[in-house]
Nanobody
């Protein structure tokens, strides 16, 4: 059974930075696209970023483009999200997810339905 465990969340002031990690175990890591989503109170879960296998192509939500960077270390079965210039609207629970199909990135990579394994989430709070 695949397990995803996020870490690195916390409280940070506006303009600050955080680095989230997601460690995968119990299954195949290489070959699958990995993604970060987030969910604020009272809102639906929304796409943040995704990274493919191999070429490690990346895709971002417009709201985080230029501020967040997704990366992966296949030797460590870990995916990261470096978050810079944080804003109050970035406050949410952040989840990592693994795509449901190996060697495939759907055109709907931004949709939760394209991922079938999820972590438990880590809270990020941006406040002064």
């Amino acid at each position: 059974q695949v397990q995803l465990v996020e870490s690195g969340g916390g409280l940070v002031q506006p303009g600050g930075s955080l680095r989230l990690s997601c460690a995968a175990s119990g299954g195949t890591f290489g070959g699958y696209a990995m993604a970060w989503f987030r969910q604020a109170p009272g809102k639906e879960r929304e796409f943040v970023a995704t990274i493919t296998w191999g070429t490690e192509s990346t895709y971002y939500a417009d709201s985080v483009k230029g501020r967040f960077t997704i990366s992966r270390d296949n030797a460590k079965n870990t995916v990261y999200l470096q978050m810079n210039s944080l804003k109050s609207e970035d406050t949410a629970v952040y989840y990592c997810a693994r795509a449901f199909r190996i060697y495939y990135l759907s055109k709907l990579y931004y949709d939760v339905s394209q991922y079938n394994y999820w972590g438990q989430g880590t809270q990020v709070t941006v406040s002064s």
